[in-house]
Protein backbone atom coordinates (compact mmCIF):
# COMPACT_ATOMS: atom_id res chain seq x y z
CA UNK A 1 0.00 0.00 0.00
CA UNK A 2 1.36 3.92 -0.86
CA UNK A 3 2.32 6.10 1.76
CA UNK A 4 -0.71 8.79 0.86
CA UNK A 5 0.26 11.18 2.81
CA UNK A 6 2.43 14.82 2.49
CA UNK A 7 4.52 15.67 4.95
CA UNK A 8 4.43 19.89 5.17
CA UNK A 9 7.34 20.35 8.35
CA UNK A 10 10.00 18.21 9.52
CA UNK A 11 12.03 19.34 12.32
CA UNK A 12 14.89 17.52 13.25
CA UNK A 13 16.57 16.92 16.85
CA UNK A 14 20.23 17.43 16.45
CA UNK A 15 22.04 14.73 14.94
CA UNK A 16 19.35 14.37 12.60
CA UNK A 17 18.32 10.60 13.74
CA UNK A 18 15.17 11.49 15.39
CA UNK A 19 12.34 13.68 14.00
CA UNK A 20 9.09 15.05 13.79
CA UNK A 21 6.68 15.44 10.69
CA UNK A 22 3.81 17.33 10.46
CA UNK A 23 1.58 15.69 7.56
CA UNK A 24 -1.71 16.35 5.78
CA UNK A 25 -4.04 13.53 5.18
CA UNK A 26 -6.01 12.88 2.31
CA UNK A 27 -9.22 13.69 3.49
CA UNK A 28 -8.07 16.84 4.83
CA UNK A 29 -7.11 16.17 7.85
CA UNK A 30 -3.65 16.42 9.60
CA UNK A 31 -1.40 14.81 12.37
CA UNK A 32 1.94 14.42 13.00
CA UNK A 33 4.83 11.64 14.20
CA UNK A 34 8.05 11.15 16.03
CA UNK A 35 10.72 8.97 13.94
CA UNK A 36 14.00 7.64 14.54
CA UNK A 37 16.33 6.21 12.10
CA UNK A 38 19.81 4.34 12.75
CA UNK A 39 21.98 4.78 9.86
CA UNK A 40 24.02 1.61 10.43
CA UNK A 41 21.34 -0.27 9.49
CA UNK A 42 20.00 1.53 6.28
CA UNK A 43 16.26 0.56 7.53
CA UNK A 44 14.62 4.41 6.95
CA UNK A 45 12.92 6.15 9.56
CA UNK A 46 10.17 4.75 12.06
CA UNK A 47 7.85 5.68 14.89
CA UNK A 48 8.55 5.98 17.75
CA UNK A 49 5.94 8.00 19.08
CA UNK A 50 2.97 6.59 17.59
CA UNK A 51 0.95 9.55 17.65
CA UNK A 52 0.22 9.81 14.05
CA UNK A 53 -3.32 8.23 14.38
CA UNK A 54 -4.38 11.41 16.21
CA UNK A 55 -6.34 13.65 14.21
CA UNK A 56 -6.09 17.99 13.86
CA UNK A 57 -8.02 20.12 12.12
CA UNK A 58 -4.65 22.38 10.66
CA UNK A 59 -1.44 21.96 10.66
CA UNK A 60 -0.77 25.27 13.65
CA UNK A 61 -3.33 22.85 15.45
CA UNK A 62 -0.79 19.06 15.13
CA UNK A 63 2.32 20.83 15.27
CA UNK A 64 1.02 22.81 18.92
CA UNK A 65 0.38 19.30 20.01
CA UNK A 66 3.27 17.70 19.21
CA UNK A 67 5.08 20.69 21.13
CA UNK A 68 3.00 19.44 24.10
CA UNK A 69 4.02 15.81 24.05
CA UNK A 70 7.31 15.44 22.18
CA UNK A 71 9.54 16.26 25.22
CA UNK A 72 12.25 17.83 23.18
CA UNK A 73 10.73 19.76 20.15
CA UNK A 74 9.77 23.16 22.05
CA UNK A 75 13.63 23.46 22.60
CA UNK A 76 14.67 22.17 19.65
CA UNK A 77 12.25 24.93 17.83
CA UNK A 78 13.40 27.34 20.25
CA UNK A 79 16.70 28.05 18.92
Wanted: with cysteine.
Amino acid sequence: MAHTNKVLRSINLDGKTICVDIFARPDGTYGFDEFRRDPEDGQGWYSIGHYGSAVFRSPDEALAEARRVVSWLDDTMAR
